[in-house]
């Protein structure tokens, strides 16, 4: 099976910028994504990106893709506390199946501090 | 209601129990999902419903067993667990089986098996 993985905590002060990182292991995943996870809620899309990418920005979200290395990294500019979070990097598989299926990192958890 | 919710929230149940955890879409979507979420372990897909048809079983033991009556509507009825399925049991729903589509998710039931 494919395997994603995250470091499991990340402590940062608030006004820092915060970089998660994930490496996976299917170089033919076509699109990899970033969820995140608030306490006592279910996983939200944050963002994604396209395999032939190296860089998406979305507002205070950049993602960095490194194809070489099957390297992921979202970094938040100007961490607020209310980033607080459990952060899961994942990669789609199954790319000839007809199904595809995200495969999840154990989660990145954010603490941000004021 | 709108988007994805379960019930009940948090569930505590023997090992001799018998016992259902129940999730409703309201968005249209057509592809339904389990996951399972342990401490310190990557996210677990268990089932994949499309079009109330099981698409996909993870290898999942037969004390999970899984009902999808129409798109709308998912349950995992639950039967002789282990303290060790104790979890955060995630549904999840997206348009399409597929990884062009965004899943979205509940906010689980916190299943504890004494």
């Known amino acids: 099976g494919e395997d994603v993985e995250q470091s499991l905590f990340l402590s940062v002060r608030e006004g820092d910028s915060s970089v998660i990182n994930c490496t996976y292991t299917?170089?033919?995943?076509?699109?990899l994504y970033w969820y995140k996870q608030e306490p006592g809620a279910g996983l939200q899309l944050l963002t994604y990106?396209?395999?032939?990418?190296d860089m998406k920005q979305d507002q205070r979200l950049t993602v960095l893709l490194n194809k070489k290395d099957k390297h992921l990294s979202l970094r938040i500019a100007d961490t607020q506390t209310g980033d607080s979070a459990i952060y899961f990097c994942?990669?789609?598989?199954?790319?000839?199946?007809?199904?595809?299926?995200?495969?999840f990192g154990t989660g990145t958890r954010l603490l941000v501090s004021p | 209601e709108t988007g994805v919710t379960q019930t009940p929230r948090h569930l505590v149940m023997g090992m001799t129990n018998k016992k259902s955890l129940k999730c409703e879409q309201h968005?249209?979507?057509?592809?339904m999902y389990w996951y399972k979420q342990s401490a310190k372990k990557p996210l677990e897909l268990m089932f994949v419903?499309?079009?109330?048809?099981?698409?996909e079983n993870n290898s999942v033991p037969s004390r999970f067993s899984p009902e999808c009556p129409n798109s709308s509507h998912l349950f995992l009825h639950l039967h002789t667990l282990q303290p060790e399925d104790s979890a955060l049991y995630l549904c999840?729903?997206?348009?399409?089986?597929?990884?062009?589509?965004?899943?979205?998710f509940g906010p689980g039931t916190r299943l504890t098996v004494t």
């Open positions: 999840a729903s997206s348009p399409y089986p597929g990884q062009l589509y965004e899943q979205y």
């Open positions: 299917d170089s033919s995943s076509t699109y």
């Open positions: 990106i396209f395999s032939n990418m």
């Open positions: 994942a990669e789609n598989e199954g790319k000839d199946t007809g199904f595809q299926k995200l495969v």
């Open positions: 968005l249209g979507h057509n592809a």
């Open positions: 419903y499309n079009f109330k048809e099981q698409t």
